[in-house]
Structure formats: structure tokens, C-alpha cells
């Protein structure tokens, strides 16, 4: 599976099956977290064999069968939420191409004392659910090209091709509020550029959304067809 594949593949998926994880799965998203908290300066850890996390009543969400999870932390700083969704994002379509199920979680998790570590001015800003779901969950209801980007008929193929990527994007109560924008060539530079902005938001996550979505278009767009304003 390809991790275009992969965005076209994933839902969030709150159900999930008693089936451990195997050792050799585990190994890969280990890599992978090791190479981001290095890259990224993040402190994301995953824990296994740990039910008490997404147990219990809580409000939003309704999961069961949940013993494994990302925890995502970092060092506090105005960009830690966009690089939290931009990194999660890259180990939700990982884990979808080892076959496995994820979800966003900003509020329907607890912290269980002794189960992650947190380093001098690091944060919690989310956890990311994951293991075998019962289902492979269902596609969201989506706005529409235009509403959250300038694409039509005279940007570029691969733009469009990235938007429609950030319109499968998981977002906080799939609340999609950002705006893309093709800007053509500026400056006399010889790659286009692309701005990406949250837009207001009224239950917060928007900064986690955007870092989200811009992964999303990344994969789809191709890094080398333009580069962020
Ligand atoms: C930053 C973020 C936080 C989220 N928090 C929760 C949560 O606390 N509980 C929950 O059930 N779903 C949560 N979600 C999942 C969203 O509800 C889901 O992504 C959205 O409805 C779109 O559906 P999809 O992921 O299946 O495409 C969160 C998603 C994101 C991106």
C-alpha cells in the first residue's frame, strides 16, 4: 500500500479487536517514531498492553478494545501542535500501510500515571489510538474543493490532487478549517508556492488539523512541484 493509498484507505476507528500487535509491526512504527523525535525535536512514545487509557466514560468518542497508543508529546512552543499533526499524521499512514487502524484523540483519552515520561517543559498535545478494528471505519462527510482552497480548473493538476488528499483528512470533530492557496511563481523563483493557514476554530486543534492536512498534501501534491510560502 502506498501512502496515497493509504490516506484514500484510513478512517478513524474507535472499535478495536483483541489482537496484539505483533512484535515485528511494533519494531517498524518504533524506526519511524525514533527517526521523528530526532528529526522533529518531538517526544512521541508509543505505549502497548495498556487498557485504562480509553476506558471509562468519556464524552466524546465511544471507544473500546483501545491497549495501544501514541502519546504525543514535545517540548512547549508556538509550532508544537502543527508539528504534532504533521508528524502524527505521517505515523497514521504508516500504521494504516502495516494494516493497522487509527484515531485522533484531543479529548476522549485519560493520562495514566507511569505509562509515558515527560522531560522538563514538555506537553501533551494528543493521543493517537491504534491497533486491529473491528471495521475499517467510514468515510467522513466532506466540504468541497473550493470551500477550503483556491483550486479550479486553471491550478495545476497536482495542486487539485493535493487538495482533494487534505479534504480526507482527519480533523478535530472533522471541523476542516483551513484554506490552501495556489500562488503561482513569486519573487522570480522557478517553483511555485503554496500558503496553508488554519482558519478560526471555536473548539481549538486547528494548528493540529493544519500540520495534519499538510502532510496529506505533501503526499499527494509531490514535495517536489512546489514549495510553502
Ligand atoms: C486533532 C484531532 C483530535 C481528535 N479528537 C478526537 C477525540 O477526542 N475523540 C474522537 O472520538 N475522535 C477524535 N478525532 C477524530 C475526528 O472526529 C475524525 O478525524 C473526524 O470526524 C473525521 O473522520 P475520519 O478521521 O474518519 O476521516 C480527532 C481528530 C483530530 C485530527
Given amino acids: 500500500m502506498t501512502l496515497l493509498?493509504?490516506?484514500e484507505a484510513r478512517h478513524s476507528v474507535r472499535k478495536y479487536k483483541d489482537e496484539p500487535i505483533p512484535e515485528e509491526v511494533l519494531a517498524v512504527l518504533r524506526a519511524e517514531i525514533d527517526e521523528i523525535n530526532q528529526a522533529a525535536g518531538l517526544h512521541v512514545q508509543l505505549v502497548t498492553d495498556e487498557p485504562k487509557s480509553f476506558s471509562g466514560l468519556m464524552a466524546y468518542g465511544a471507544f473500546?478494545?483501545?491497549?495501544?497508543?501514541?502519546?504525543?508529546?514535545g517540548k512547549k512552543s508556538d509550532d508544537l501542535e502543527e508539528r504534532i499533526g504533521y508528524y502524527g499524521e505521517q505515523?497514521?499512514?504508516l500504521a494504516q500501510t502495516l494494516g493497522l487502524n487509527t484515531c485522533w484523540a484531543g479529548a476522549s483519552y485519560k493520562k495514566i500515571p507511569g505509562t509515558y515520561v515527560l522531560e522538563e517543559d514538555e506537553k501533551i498535545?494528543?493521543?493517537i489510538a491504534?491497533?486491529?478494528g473491528l471495521t475499517q471505519g467510514n468515510s467522513h462527510k466532506s466540504k468541497a474543493r473550493?470551500?477550503?482552497s483556491n483550486a479550479s480548473d486553471l491550478t495545476p493538476a497536482w495542486f487539485?490532487?493535493?487538495?482533494?488528499?487534505?479534504?480526507?483528512?482527519?480533523?478535530a470533530v472533522n471541523q476542516q478549517k483551513f484554506y490552501f492557496e495556489y500562488l503561482g511563481k513569486k519573487d522570480g523563483g522557478n517553483v511555485p508556492k503554496v500558503s496553508a493557514?488554519?482558519?478560526f476554530s471555536m473548539i481549538g486543534y486547528a494548528k493540529m488539523d493544519l500540520g495534519i492536512a499538510k502532510c496529506h498534501f505533501e503526499v499527494a501534491a509531490g514535495k517536489e512541484n512546489f514549495e510553502w510560502a
Fill in 5 to 7: 493509498e493509504a490516506i
Fill in 64 to 73: 473500546s478494545g483501545v491497549t495501544s497508543y501514541l502519546v504525543m508529546a
Fill in 91 to 93: 505515523l497514521v499512514l
Fill in 125 to 127: 498535545g494528543c493521543y
Fill in 130 to 132: 491504534l491497533g486491529y
Fill in 146 to 148: 473550493g470551500d477550503v
Fill in 160 to 171: 487539485n490532487k493535493g487538495i482533494d488528499a487534505v479534504l480526507l483528512a482527519p480533523t
Fill in 197 to 199: 493557514k488554519h482558519t
